[in-house]
């Protein structure tokens, strides 16, 4: 049994696998979320449900956050119950959510002056990583607290990088994003051409997969694809509003720009679909 107390904020679909990393390795866990069926997992599990945010962090050393975006940090950190609203000091506050460097610098500072360290600290893979316990994790913040935190981290991740300070591990998510979302426009695009000139999905998936270009995320998706499965594992709002991070931060490169104005057109019609529902964007023409 492990005698640091962990918490957990954002109980989505990569936070529930993630989480439940921890109890696998014996972290005593309390968790909160904002709507609260979804906690009720955890209850009949026997874990502690926090009534907040703040509640959360008086009862935990190492808080954990994943949750969608700026707005949702915001409204963790400065509700009236939220993290910054609790009256303790020495805790680290990890938040693994894909969110903005400007808004983990203006935390970081928030939580200093409240005594708490914070390190921003997201997350490359999907579902599945988060529970094979496979993720790459990037982690930006002062070092003794990466150094602290960095034991429990690798019960959810292959790989745990410091990349610098504050801000650093999210800037590196964006720039990963970046390719990520290019990468599936590029397949969409290219099954597209392929279907068009009378070649089938599958055939080509398995062409590409046993040439140079083949890899898991071409499996992945090229299989959700041929099977018609757009349900979200990685919903395509999100990759359109990691693209509006990167945008934020000067992606302005022809094939980033493009690829952020395509989800951007997606996003109505398709952003609680899976990102490779971006191929319904492109074959659109
Ligand atoms: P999700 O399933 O949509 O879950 C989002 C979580 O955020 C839910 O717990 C939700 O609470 C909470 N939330 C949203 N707005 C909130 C607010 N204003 N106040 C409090 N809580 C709020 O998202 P996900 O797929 O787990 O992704 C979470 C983060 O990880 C995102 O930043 C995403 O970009 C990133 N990410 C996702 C993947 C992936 O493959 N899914 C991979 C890497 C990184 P409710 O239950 O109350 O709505």
Known sequence: MNTVKTGWIGLGKMGVPMSQQLIKAGYPLSVYNRSKDKEEVFKAQGIGIAASPALLLNAADVVFIMVSDDNAINDIFHGDEGLLAAKVSGKIIINMSTVSPAISKEIAAACKAQGNYYLDAPVSGSVKQAEDAMLVIMV???????????????????????????GAGNAAKLAINTLLGIVAQGLAETITLAQQNGIEAEALIMLISNS???????????????????????????????????KDLGLATPLGYTAYQTYQAAEAAFGEEDIIAVIKQVSKG
């Open 212 to 246: 140079a270009l083949g890899s898991p995320f071409i499996k992945i998706k090229g299989d959700a694809i041929v099977n018609n499965n757009y349900q979200a594992a990685f919903a395509l709002k999100h990759i359109a509003k990691d693209l509006r991070l990167a």
């Open 140 to 166: 930006g913040g002062e070092a003794g607290a990466f150094e602290q935190a960095k034991t429990i981290l690798e019960k959810m991740g292959k790989l745990v990088m410091l990349v610098g300070g504050t």
